[in-house]
T-cell receptor, first 110, second 114 residues
Framework: GIQVEQSPPDLILQEGANSTLRCNFS?????LQWFHQNPWGQLINLFY???GTKQNGRLSATTVATERYSLLYISSSQTTDSGVYFC????????????FGTGTRLTVIP | DAGVIQSPRHEVTEMGQEVTLRCKPI?????LFWYRQTMMRGLELLIY????????DSGMPEDRFSAKMPNASFSTLKIQPSEPRDSAVYFC????????????FGSGTRLTVV
């Protein structure tokens, strides 16, 4: 399956700071999603974004499919943003089974 | 909709016992996925179904693992016999074309095999 790499592996922010998380993938994608796993283990879908840019409140994401990367922006971070952020992708075989990266663990301190 | 519902939330069992994990996808979703999460291996896709049909089970670790989807509203993942290395959190997710295949995950089942 497609290889997904995320960076940085860990990130510590002061509340109110901005951050950018990166996701590189090894092949052309037909499906790319970002997820947040909260400290209780729940996986929440943030974006479906195989290409282009989307925004949802303080979060936004951009995928440059031709260069095989995606970015997740978090602005004005809050302690509730803490957790692990996963990028997941599927290739263009037509299937939509996602392969997950290893995640970025974000800790926002007050 | 109540979302994707998994049961049980926690399961502790002895090595060698049979374990059955259950999942109810979101009504109308036609794809269902089983994932396993461990510290060492992260989130691994075990098997997925489209319209109740298993499409790819190449992620199922061994013959001890089996999954079924007898109808559009129910799926099971069975481990028989269970081993300590099967300890993990098992997630079920569902998706559909109408929502651009965005996944919705259940709350997971934390399995501990002693």
């Amino acid at each position: 399956g497609i290889q997904v790499e995320q960076s940085p592996p860990d990130l510590i922010l002061q509340e109110g700071a901005n951050s950018t998380l990166r996701c590189n993938f090894s092949d052309s994608v037909n499906n790319l999603q970002w997820f947040h796993q909260n400290p209780w283990g729940q996986l929440i879908n943030l974006f479906y974004i195989p290409s282009g840019t989307k925004q949802n409140g303080r979060l936004s994401a951009t995928t440059v499919a031709t260069e095989r990367y995606s970015l997740l922006y978090i602005s004005s971070s809050q302690t509730t943003d803490s957790g692990v952020y996963f990028c997941a992708a599927s290739d263009q075989t037509g299937a939509n089974n996602l392969f997950f990266g290893t995640g970025t663990r974000l800790t926002v301190i007050p | 909709d109540a979302g994707v519902i998994q049961s049980p939330r926690h399961e502790v069992t002895e090595m060698g016992q049979e374990v059955t994990l259950r999942c109810k996808p979101i009504s109308g979703h036609n794809s269902l996925f089983w994932y396993r999460q461990t510290m060492m291996r992260g989130l691994e896709l075990l098997i997925y179904f489209n319209n109740n049909v298993p499409i790819d089970d190449s992620g199922m670790p061994e013959d001890r693992f089996s999954a079924k989807m007898p109808n559009a509203s129910f799926s099971t993942l069975k481990i028989q016999p269970s081993e300590p290395r099967d300890s993990a959190v098992y997630f079920c997710a569902s998706s559909d074309r109408a929502h651009n295949y965005g996944y919705t995950f259940g709350s997971g089942t934390r399995l501990t095999v002693v």
